[in-house]
Every structure is written in structure tokens, then in C-alpha cells.
């Protein structure tokens, strides 16, 4: 996941770097401290090893659904910087449709930066971490109460001044940080969408 991010960062860099920030919206220039609210979905998937015949093998399929809250770590810093520098609160509670029926839920803090290529286009990078229960038992998994570390980047498009559509790809990583045996992780490669509302 370091490498991921590294990559995102570097892609961002590069891409501040060659291009003048367009000047932020109203709304993204604001003071607030409560800076987005909104919801996403998705889907992810993920090996977590093979059936009893050792020969196909399983996925560890979910749907995301989840909340957004963004709080404004700009003002919090005093920095004055284009976009948005945000502190992230993630609620969730999602199914699990394979290897069975199952869920799964939890919280996860992170950080996101989205820098304004144009006044409505804002693309961002993400990461975070925090604590997931997973109902299903898997081969890589000895314990339904994990640790989830997460990465990624998308992109916000503005449809109104206070309004965003997104969509992005995100790398996530559940554990139990050695409580429990086994404990070989699962690797979930993600696609999320969602709207947000910002103030």
C-alpha cells in the first residue's frame, strides 16, 4: 500500500506541478469547518485462497456503503494551499456476497487532498485506517475483529457550486495486527462512486 500511495503522490505532484491550480470555488474557499457530507458505493474483491479441492479459488466479494464526513484541516493549519486538505470520517456497514452471505462494518479515519484542476474538476488522493468486523470466517482471517488500512484516488466532478459527483479506485488491506492466527490479510481491490454535499 506505500507504494501505492507513493505513486499517487508522485502522479499529483507532477500533475501540480505542470498545471496552474484553477481558482477554487466559493464554497471549497470556505472557512467551514465541517467541509463534506456525503455517501458512496462500490465494489470490491479479493483472494482469500482455495476451496477444499485446492484448486478454485475463493473471493471475498463486498458492496460498499458508506458515509462521508470531511473536516477542514486547511483552517485547522492555518495552510494556504488550492483544494481542499480534509480530515475523513467513514462509517460503514456493507454486504459481503461471497465466499457467503455475510457482512461487514466499521469506521475509518484518513486524510484527502483534492487539488482543482478546473473549477467543477478535482481530483484527489486518499488514505486512511480504522476498525472493521467481518462476520465471515475466511482462510486468511482467524478473527472477525480487524484493522482496515486503505489507499486510493479518484475524482470529484462539481454538477452545482456545493454538489459533487465522484468516483475513484481504492486499495484496501484488513488484519488483525497478529491477534489471531491465521492472519495473511485480505487484499481488496475497489471501485467507488458516491455524491457529497460541501460548505
Known sequence: MVKYL???FSVLALTCGT???AEDNAVVKSDACLKEVGFYTGWGTANVGHSDDNEVVRRYDNIYLGGRFGFNLKKALNWKIPGMFLFMVEPFAEPVIKPSSNYE?????G??????LT???YPYIEGGTGSIYISERTMRQGSHANFVDQGGAGIYYFIKDNI????GYRYRHISN???KR???GIETNSVTAGVSLFY
Request: with cysteine.
Open 164 to 167: 459533487a459527483l465522484n468516483a
Open 105 to 109: 462494518a466499521g469506521c475509518a479515519f
Open 19 to 21: 498545471a496552474y491550480a
Open 182 to 184: 491465521p492472519n495473511g
Open 111 to 116: 486524510l484527502k487532498y483534492a487539488y482543482p
Open 177 to 179: 495486527l497478529g491477534f
Open 119 to 121: 473549477s467543477k474538476l
Open 6 to 8: 507513493a505513486v499517487c
